[in-house]
C-alpha cells in the first residue's frame, strides 16, 4: 500500500535565489559584495532547514512500518517532490505524480490504480489551493501541514483537503492582551499583501480600536524582494526614526524574504517584535535575523514531542537512504565529504561521527519546528484512517477481501454519535439527547438538500423539481395534453370515430328523407341536431395539442354555442311532439303553431341568450394561457386558464338549465301515443346528459393538470354520444334492420290495431 507523501522540501530554492541575486546590478541595493555573499550562504542554510520535513516524515513512516499493532502485513511507500516555491514546477510535480512519467499527459496514468492514498503537502496555502483544483478531478484527499487558512476551509472548493494547523481566530486577541499587559499602545503593522493579511490587519485593527491602542504604519509586505522599488524602500527606511518600538509582523512564508533581507538593513536595532510562530521558526535560525529583531515574541499553537525522532537525526546518513538525492547534496554542502561507499571518487570520505548533530552552527536539524511536527501527525492520521478503512471492510467483505483490498481514496473514519445525514436528508434532534445525537429525515417532496447534514431542507423554484435522491433540483419540462401522448390519442380516436359515425346517420336520414320514421319527428331539426352533434365531437379537438390564445378562446365558446344548440333543438323536437299530439281540430291555436313551425323558434332565441353570456366573458375577462407548475412534480403543464370561473359556470349553469328543461318537457310527453312518438327516446338522453354533467362537476374539481383538460373532453363525448345514441339509433335500426316497418301500411296497421 502507498501512500503518497508530496512534501515540499524547498532545498533547490537557495540555488535559484543565489542566481537571481548574483544577476542585479552591483549599486542597486546598498550592501557590499562580502555582505551579499554572507547573506547568501546564510539563506542557502536557512533553505537547506527545510529538510527537516522529510526527516520527520522518513521517521513517521519507519515507525509505522515497524508496528505490528498498526497496518499488519501492509508497508507505507511514499514519494517525495519539490516545489522550488514556483508555480511551474508545483504543477509539473503535481502531474508528475499524477501520470507516473516524464511525459505529462492529462488524465492519464501508468501507476497502479488504488494504491495512491494521500498527499501530504504544503508550507503555504497557495500550493495547496494550486494542486487542490487538480487533485479534487481524482477525489484524492490532500493533507496540509502549512499554517492555517480559512480559504483551505471551504468545503465547496476543496471537499477533499484538510488542515493539520489550527486555526488563527485568536491570535489578534493574544496578541493585543500581549500590548496592553506591558502598556504598548503605539505600534507598527506588517501584514502580508494577501487574503490572510487582511483577515488579520481587520482582526487586530476592530481588537485595537475597541482597548484603545493606536498604530504608527501599517505596511503591506510583497511576496518577492523584486517588487520593493527605491521609493519603498525609503519609506521603509523612515521607520529607524518612528517613535513606535513595537512591530507586529504576520504574513505566509513568502513575505519573509522581504523581511529577512529588511531585518538587516532597514530596520534598527532596540526595536520589540511581535509574531506568529511560523514566522519565529526561522528567525530564530538565522544569526543575523536574531541580531537585526534583538528582541520578540512569537504567539505558537500547542506542540507536543516526537519520541525517538531526535535520535534518528542524529543517526541519519546518505548510507541509510541512497536513494535520496537531497541527503547527499546537504552532506556535501556541510562537510565537503561523503561518507564511505559513496561513488564520488574526488570527494573525502567523512569521518565516523559526521551527522546532523555536528552540522553549522547557523542551522538546526535537532530542534523541531511546528511544520515537522505537523507531518509526523498528518503521516500518523493517514495511517490511522487507513487501518480503520482496511478493518471495517474486512469485517463487512468476505475473507479473500483482506488480501487485495480496495480502498478509495476519499473515505475517511468518522466519530459520530449516530449517521451523518448525506444530501436529500436533513437533521432532526431528538428530545433528551444531545445535539450531536440526531436522526435522519428526507426532505419532503418538492425539498432538497444539497450538502451533508443540512439543518433544513430548502425548496426547489416553481420551475424546478427535485430528483430521486432529493440532493438536486431538475429543471422541468413543459408539456400539455398532446395527440401523441396515449391518452390524447385515445380521446381523440374516439372524438373522430363518433363524427364519422354521426355523419354517417346524417347521411342514412337524408337519404331516407321521405320515410314515415324521418317525416314524423321534424327532418330538419334532425339534421340540425345531428350537424350540431358532429361539431360537440371535433369541439373535443380543441383541447388537444400546444394550447394558444386562439385555442385558449376557442374552446369554452365553441362548446357553450354548439351544446347550446344540441339541447336547444332537443327542446323543440319534445315540444314538437307535444304539439302534434294536442291538435286535436282544425283552426286551433296549437294547430297553428304546430304549422307556422313555431317551435323553431327555441334553437335561435335560446342560443342568442348563450351568445351573450360569452360575448360578456370575452370582455370581462376572457380564457388565456396558464403554465401550471404545481399539479405535477416533474413538469409544468401549458394549459388555458377559463379567466372568469364566475362566466364559466354562467354558460354551464344555463346549458344545465336548457337540459333540464328539455328533460321535464320530454319526462311529460313520454306517455303520449303513437307510432314513431321519440318522447321516451328524448327523456332518456336528457337523463344521460344530465348525469354525465351532474357527475363532471365534483370530478373536475379534484383534478388537475391534464387530467382535468382530460375530463372535460371526456364530458363533451359522453354527453353528445348520449344523445347521439339514444335519439337516432333506435331510427337508424328501423331505417336500415327493420324497413318493413317505415311504411304507411305499417303505420296504418299498428293504429287500427290500437284502435280495435
Not at 483544483?133 to 484527499?141: A, F, H, I, R, S
Not at 433528551?432 to 425539498?447: L, S
Not at 439543518?455 to 424546478?464: N, V
Not at 307535444?578 to 281540430?585: D, W, Y
Request: proline letters at 5%; aromatic letters at 12%.
Amino acid at each position: 500500500m502507498l501512500i503518497t507523501g508530496s512534501i515540499i522540501v524547498r532545498i533547490l530554492q537557495g540555488l535559484l535565489i543565489r542566481k537571481w541575486w548574483l544577476n542585479k546590478p552591483a549599486n542597486q541595493y546598498p550592501m557590499q559584495n562580502g555582505q551579499i555573499q554572507v547573506w547568501l550562504n546564510l539563506l542557502e542554510w536557512w533553505l537547506w532547514k527545510n529538510y527537516q520535513y522529510v526527516l520527520a516524515f522518513h521517521f513517521a513512516i519507519q515507525e509505522i512500518n515497524k508496528d505490528p499493532q498498526l497496518l499488519p502485513n501492509l508497508t507505507l511507500g511514499f514519494q517525495l517532490y519539490n516545489s522550488v516555491t514556483s508555480d511551474q514546477f508545483t504543477l509539473r510535480s503535481t502531474l508528475h505524480w499524477l501520470t507516473g512519467n516524464i511525459y505529462f499527459i492529462p488524465n492519464f496514468t501508468c501507476q497502479t490504480q488504488g494504491k495512491m492514498v494521500a498527499i501530504i503537502a504544503g508550507t503555504m496555502s497557495a500550493f495547496s489551493a494550486e494542486i487542490g483544483t487538480m487533485l479534487e478531478l481524482y477525489k484524492t484527499p490532500q493533507i496540509t501541514y502549512g499554517p492555517f487558512d480559512p480559504m483551505l476551509s471551504e468545503r465547496d472548493k476543496f471537499p477533499s483537503l484538510y488542515q493539520m494547523a489550527t486555526s488563527d481566530s485568536s491570535l489578534a486577541r493574544g496578541m493585543l492582551s500581549l500590548l496592553l499587559h506591558f502598556g504598548w499602545i503605539w505600534v507598527v503593522i506588517f501584514v502580508s499583501n494577501d487574503m490572510k493579511g487582511e483577515k488579520f490587519l481587520w482582526d487586530i485593527q476592530t481588537e485595537m480600536v475597541k482597548e484603545g491602542v493606536c498604530w504608527a504604519n501599517i505596511i503591506k509586505l510583497p511576496d518577492t524582494k523584486s517588487r520593493y522599488e527605491k521609493t519603498e524602500m525609503s519609506f521603509l527606511a523612515r521607520l529607524r526614526i518612528s517613535s513606535a518600538n513595537v512591530h507586529i509582523l504576520y504574513g505566509d512564508v513568502r513575505s519573509l524574504y522581504t523581511m529577512e533581507f529588511l531585518s538587516k538593513y532597514y530596520l534598527t536595532l532596540g526595536k520589540v517584535w511581535i509574531m506568529a510562530a511560523k514566522w519565529e521558526i526561522v528567525v530564530h535560525e538565522t544569526d543575523h535575523m536574531l541580531h537585526s529583531f534583538h528582541g520578540g515574541f512569537s504567539f505558537s499553537h500547542h506542540k507536543g514531542e516526537i519520541p525517538g525522532l531526535n535520535h534518528f537525526v542524529k543517526t541519519v546518513d546518505p548510507s541509510h537512504y541512497p536513494e535520496d538525492f537531497f541527503l547527499s547534496q546537504l552532506w556535501l554542502h556541510a562537510f565537503h565529504c561523503l561518507p564511505p561507499g559513496s561513488l564520488c571518487g574526488t570527494i573525502g570520505v567523512c569521518p565516523p561521527n559526521a551527522s546532523f548533530e555536528f552540522f553549522p552552527g547557523c542551522i538546526d536539524m535537532l530542534t523541531i519546528s511546528d511544520s515537522s511536527y505537523f507531518i509526523y501527525n498528518a503521516v500518523y492520521a493517514v495511517a490511522h484512517a487507513l487501518h480503520k478503512m482496511l478493518s471495517e471492510q474486512i469485517e463487512k467483505g468476505s475473507p479473500g477481501d483482506a488480501t487485495q483490498p480496495r480502498i478509495f481514496p476519499w473515505q475517511t473514519p468518522q466519530s459520530l454519535c449516530g449517521q451523518r445525514c448525506g444530501p436529500g436528508f436533513r437533521k432532526m434532534p431528538q428530545e433528551g439527547r444531545a445535539v450531536c445525537c440526531y436522526i435522519c429525515v428526507i426532505c419532503p417532496e418538492r425539498d432538497i438538500s444539497n450538502h451533508t447534514d443540512a439543518e433544513q431542507c430548502i425548496p426547489c423554484a416553481d420551475h424546478e423539481y427535485p430528483n430521486m435522491e432529493r440532493n438536486r433540483c431538475l429543471p422541468k419540462l413543459v408539456t400539455f395534453l398532446a395527440f401523441e401522448d396515449d391518452l390524447g390519442t385515445a380521446l381523440a380516436s374516439v372524438a373522430l370515430s363518433f363524427s364519422v359515425l354521426t355523419a354517417a346517420v346524417l347521411w342514412v336520414f337524408v337519404k331516407h328523407r321521405d320515410t314515415p320514421i324521418v317525416k314524423a319527428n321534424n327532418r330538419t331539426l334532425s339534421y340540425i341536431l345531428l350537424i350540431t352533434l358532429l361539431l360537440c365531437f371535433l369541439c373535443s379537438l380543441l383541447f388537444l395539442g400546444r394550447p394558444n390564445t386562439a385555442t385558449c378562446l376557442l374552446q369554452q365558446i365553441a362548446f357553450g354555442l354548439v351544446f347550446t344548440v344540441a339541447v336547444s333543438t332537443v327542446l323543440a323536437k319534445t315540444i314538437t311532439v307535444i304539439l302534434a299530439f294536442k291538435v286535436t281540430k282544425p283552426g286551433r291555436t296549437i294547430r297553428r303553431l304546430l304549422v307556422s313551425g313555431a317551435s323553431n323558434f327555441i334553437i335561435p332565441i335560446c342560443s342568442l341568450i348563450q351568445v351573450a353570456l360569452c360575448v360578456i366573458w370575452l370582455g370581462i375577462s376572457p380564457p388565456f394561457i396558464e403554465l401550471d407548475a404545481h399539479s405535477e412534480p416533474d413538469h409544468i403543464i401549458l394549459m388555458c386558464n377559463k379567466g372568469s370561473v364566475t362566466a364559466f359556470y354562467c354558460v354551464l349553469g344555463y346549458l344545465g338549465s336548457l337540459a333540464l328543461a328539455s328533460f321535464t318537457v320530454a319526462f311529460l310527453a313520454r306517455n303520449l301515443p303513437d307510432t314513431f312518438n321519440e318522447a321516451k327516446f328524448l327523456t332518456f338522453s336528457m337523463l344521460v346528459f344530465c348525469s354525465v354533467w351532474v357527475t363532471f362537476l365534483p370530478v373536475y374539481h379534484s383534478t388537475n393538470g391534464k387530467v382535468m383538460v382530460a375530463v372535460e373532453i371526456f364530458s363533451i363525448l359522453a354527453s353528445s354520444a348520449g344523445l347521439l345514441g339514444c335519439i337516432f339509433l333506435p331510427k337508424c335500426y328501423i331505417i336500415l334492420i327493420k324497413p318493413d316497418k317505415n311504411s304507411l301500411k305499417a303505420l296504418k296497421n299498428q293504429r287500427s290495431s290500437r284502435g280495435s
